[in-house]
Each structure stands twice: as structure tokens, then as C-alpha cells.
């Protein structure tokens, strides 16, 4: 299927396939009445997008939040390339049996030293596209 700019309509299980390829999105969210997007580090973990954040990063004021995230492989001429885009509720893991788990997942931490939170995207609204 196509849209209505000639973009191939991507299904579900291929923007899944394609979050599992990256490792750098973009996490959408709203602060202080004002859009932010921000760069983040994730993994794909099922159909969740987990993000490992420093304490005091930016991103934790997403926390409860409706957000969005975006990743994309594009090419500077637009001859080729996709996008995937997602929207989700955002949730801090705070119990240590789900954290233990999450720590073994391969994902860098971004942190100073200081104590790493880990951010759950449930990817409720999932949509991408594709330059045929």
C-alpha cells in the first residue's frame, strides 16, 4: 500500500524490524507547554523502546507522558531510505527485579557516574514509510 505521496505504507511487524536496526531515536515529548525532541540511546526490547537516561537528563520530565518517537535511514538525495514513527505512554522502571532485567539489555549508558533510570516506551500508535 502507498500514501497519498507515493511513500510505501509500512506494516507493523516492519517498523518493528527497523526499530530493532537503530540505536539512536528521537523522543518527542512537551515541557513546560513547549515541544522538546531530544536524542536518545535505545534498545528494542519486544514491542517496548527502552531508553537508559543519566539522573538529572532532560528527558526524565517525559515520565507519564504521552510522547512520541521517531527513527529514520534517509538518504541526503531521497533516493531511498524509510521512517518509522511511534506513539506511547512513558513509564520509569523503579522495581528492581524489572531493573535487573533491563541492565542486562545491550544498551550504553550516557551517565557521568551518576545513578542510570530506564524509561519505557509502549508502542501504541506505530506507523513508517519507505521511498519505493
Known sequence: ?????????LSREECLKLLGTAAI???VYTDR????VHPVVFVLDGERV???VPEG?????????????????VAPDLSRGWTVM??????EV???????????????SRGYGGRDRYLIVDLE???GRRIP
Open 50 to 52: 527502552v531508553l537508559r
Open 1 to 9: 500500500m502507498y500514501d497519498s505521496a507515493g511513500l510505501q505504507v
Open 125 to 127: 500508535v506505530l506507523s
Open 25 to 27: 531515536g528521537r523522543l
Open 86 to 91: 511511534a506513539v506511547g505512554h512513558v513509564t
Open 57 to 73: 537528563s532532560a528527558t526524565l520530565v517525559a515520565r507519564d507522558t504521552i510522547v512520541a518517537f521517531q527513527i529514520d535511514d
Open 94 to 108: 523503579e522495581e528492581e527485579r524489572q531493573l535487573q532485567r533491563l541492565r542486562q539489555l545491550p544498551l550504553a
Open 33 to 36: 507547554a513547549l515541544p522538546v
